[in-house]
């Protein structure tokens, strides 16, 4: 169990981190950790999961990773994808 002081410096960390903006969390991960911002709302914390890549019938980019979830690439996002379209393991689909 937890002490008071030890369980208040718990809750000042979860609460610092809960603060972050998205690009300083981008900032302070590890470098050889590869993150994406791919919409306002989503975040690929490891691109070595993305599985392919690929526009649909619309034109909108869409990323699907292992687990075989599919994330729309927003607009604003797209120049984010040259970090994931470089890498060689990824099939990439048009």
């Known amino acids: 169990m937890l002490s008071r002081t030890e369980a208040a410096k718990r809750k000042q960390r ?17 470098p050889d950790v590869s993150i994406v911002y791919v919409a306002r709302q989503r ?4 691109t070595t999961l993305v599985k392919d890549l690929r526009r649909d019938n619309t034109g909108t980019y869409v990323l699907r990773t ?3 979830r599919e994330h729309p690439v927003g607009r604003a996002y ?14 990439r689909s048009q």
């Open 14 to 30: 979860q609460a610092a981190i809960g603060r972050l903006t998205i690009p300083r969390l981008l900032d302070s991960t590890d």
């Open 43 to 46: 975040i690929l914390v490891n």
């Open 66 to 68: 292992t687990d075989g």
């Open 78 to 91: 797209k120049d984010n994808l040259k970090v994931i379209a470089s890498m060689p393991k990824i099939s």
